[in-house]
């Protein structure tokens, strides 16, 4: 069986294979790594008028009595909002600031009076204090470091910590774009799984669900997803019309997802809290 330290250092090298190449970066004035408030605040309306899902279900469950929610990586609110009924304090964490101050607003539409806290987990972990749930929504992918970043998580929750994330590296979906366009092919790992056999390296037994979310529209327009993809693919603006036409053979205009930060196989991971 591999040692902990064994998996955290294939995780963190699977995670370093998804860096851009050098020359491709370096050909445009773009940043890549494009993150559309305006897509996370629609997903975070979605799922706070009609909540559902597998996280939900067993977040809610934990929230038996009410009692406090910290939202790591919290977004526009997607995971803790939907949540607003059986939570008695919330802390949302996140690096940013306005994707926190649209949380903050429909955070007090719902009755709550969320404290924020701008910044990285776990570096900003010794600010947050416990709380019943710890919920942590399509953030590790993002986490190179994963095991302290685990530990904190745990040490935060008195009740359960519940993990949301993609079963496949979440930017697989640009692969085929990536080797049309730049003759690039990509990294397929890490995954799920790895989470899973990290915390059980760490001794954290933990349960978990494999689910399909439905399909829906991430983005209003299909011109607003061809531009992020174009960005997320270190093309210039002139080969916006080049990114449209392969996406559109590709089926994706008519119910434009997010192919960067989502997808429809999804797993909920679960343990217990340590605080």
């Known amino acids: 069986m591999p040692s902990l330290s064994g ?42 008028r009609e909540p559902a899902g597998a996280s939900y279900d067993r977040e809610r469950a934990v929230l038996d009595p009410p009692g406090s929610v910290l939202d790591v990586g919290a977004g526009v609110g997607a995971a803790c909002l939907p949540l607003a009924s059986r939570t008695t304090a919330l802390t949302a964490v996140d690096a940013d600031e306005g994707m926190l101050a649209r949380l903050d607003a429909r955070a007090r539409e719902a009755s709550l009076e969320p404290r924020l806290l701008p910044g990285r987990w776990p570096d900003v972990a010794d600010q947050a204090g416990p709380a019943d749930l710890v919920t942590c929504h399509h953030v590790l992918f993002n986490v190179p470091d994963l095991v302290p970043f685990i530990e904190a998580l745990t040490g935060h929750s008195r009740r359960q910590v519940v993990v949301e994330l993609t079963a496949v590296h979440p930017l697989i979906s640009l692969n085929p774009l990536w080797l049309l366009f730049h003759g690039v092919k990509r990294p397929e790992g890490p995954a799920a799984t790895d989470v899973l056999a990290i915390l059980d390296a760490m001794g954290l037994p933990a349960g978990h669900t494999k689910w399909n979310r439905p399909a829906q529209a991430d983005y209003a327009t299909g011109s607003e997803l061809v531009e992020t993809t174009r960005r997320r693919l270190c093309l210039p603006p002139e080969r916006a019309s080049d990114v449209e036409a392969a996406l559109r053979e590709a089926g994706h205009l008519s119910l434009p997802p997010d192919l960067g930060t989502s997808g429809r196989s999804v797993v909920t991971i679960w343990w217990e809290g340590s605080a």
Do not use: H, N
């Not at 998804?18 to 997903?43: K, N, Q, Y």
């Open 7 to 48: 998996l955290a250092r294939q995780w963190r090298d699977d995670l370093a294979g998804w860096a851009i190449p050098e020359d491709i970066a370096s050909a445009v004035t773009e940043s890549p790594w494009v993150l559309s408030r305006d897509v996370f605040a629609r997903r975070a309306d979605r799922l706070s």
